[in-house]
């Protein structure tokens, strides 16, 4: 079994977790790869392990590794998936941070989920990504497409306006504070947060949820995750921001953003309980918090 891991930095008290991880991948023969800033923070943290190679990249993670393990919370997760990208290697979520709705399995349930993948008994979902079709650039990474969400979002404190065409039909200009675009994966995030609804990783479609809008009667709206979308943006700065995961840049407001469907998925590995059980875990549904 030959088992990646990815992470930068963890909070501190996860040492333990972690050399628990180190020593139980090595207990059953893993021949073990990790991303090179990791092993750095490992290092300078005074943490020192035996590995099989290190890798800086998606250009040099060989496509023959069975399983990457990313060590973090979701944002550690979801900057993984640029580093995996199209080679359909499963991404397992080990969480060290705290909500952890993609990065769903606990530090202590690390060791099990490694007897599991050694063993074949575990269960995965492939994930649709919405993908960037005009990045020209102004992002750093070559990578442009997103796992949760891409956002449009205004500059300091003007109002933004923002003109959406969905399968080259006008669909509306929205008077917000911005626009998310999520995927159903995303629909636990950003989108949930402003209103959107909980869609389950399987469903076609994406979701165009509005921030702060300035018509209350403009809701959040899904649609089938074959449209193509263009948005063009109007603001007193002639700027905003554009957001792909948890990469931020801004924009001139003359450049057109189209998205569509990205042509591969990202293949995650589930927790042992379950997307239901995990979705009513994070957000507490049915639990009743008041004092007794």
Same mark, same amino acid.
């Given at each position: ?19 628990? =991880? ?29 590995? !099989? ?35 359909? =290697?499963?991404?397992?979520? %080990? ?34 990504? =919405? ?19 891409? $956002? ?16 080259? !039909? ?12 999520? $995927? ?14 909980? %869609? ?10 509005? %921030? ?23 603001? #007193? ?17 003359? #450049? ?12 995650? %590995? ?23």
């Amino acid at each position: 079994m030959k088992i990646a891991l990815y992470s930068k930095a963890f909070q501190k008290g996860y040492e333990v977790s972690v050399g628990s =991880i180190m020593n139980k991948l090595h207990r059953c023969g893993a021949e073990v790869l990790i991303y090179a800033p990791f092993r750095d923070f490992l290092e300078s943290s005074g943490q020192v392990y035996s590995f !099989d190679a290190v890798y800086t990249g998606h250009h040099d993670l060989p496509r023959d590794v069975d399983f990457l393990l990313s060590i973090g919370g979701d944002g550690t997760l979801l900057s993984s998936v640029s580093v995996v990208r199209d080679s359909m =290697i499963p991404i397992a979520g %080990i969480n060290s941070g705290r909500l952890g709705f993609l990065s769903s399995i606990s530090s202590s349930g690390a060791e099990r989920l490694i007897d599991d993948l050694q063993s074949g008994n575990y269960v995965y979902s492939d994930r649709s990504l =919405i993908q960037l079709d005009n990045p020209w650039g102004i992002f750093q990474s070559d990578f442009n497409c997103a796992l949760n969400e891409v $956002t449009l979002q205004k500059r300091g404190t003007p109002l933004m306006l923002t003109h959406v065409y969905c399968n080259g !039909d006008f669909l509306n200009t929205y008077w917000s504070d911005g626009l998310i675009i999520s $995927t159903p994966t995303g629909s636990t995030a950003y989108s949930m947060s402003v209103g959107g609804p909980v %869609i389950m990783p399987q469903a076609e479609a994406f979701v165009i949820s509005p %921030i702060s809008p300035h018509n209350l009667n403009v809701r959040p709206m899904v649609i089938p995750n074959d449209s193509i979308l263009e948005m063009k943006t109007e603001s #007193r700065t002639q700027r905003f921001i554009t957001t792909i995961d948890t990469l931020s840049e801004e924009t001139d407001c003359s #450049r057109e953003i189209k998205l569509s469907l990205a042509p591969f998925r990202i293949r995650l %590995i589930e927790s042992s309980l379950g997307y239901f059980s995990t979705l009513r875990a994070k957000l507490m549904w049915g639990a009743d918090k008041r004092v007794r």
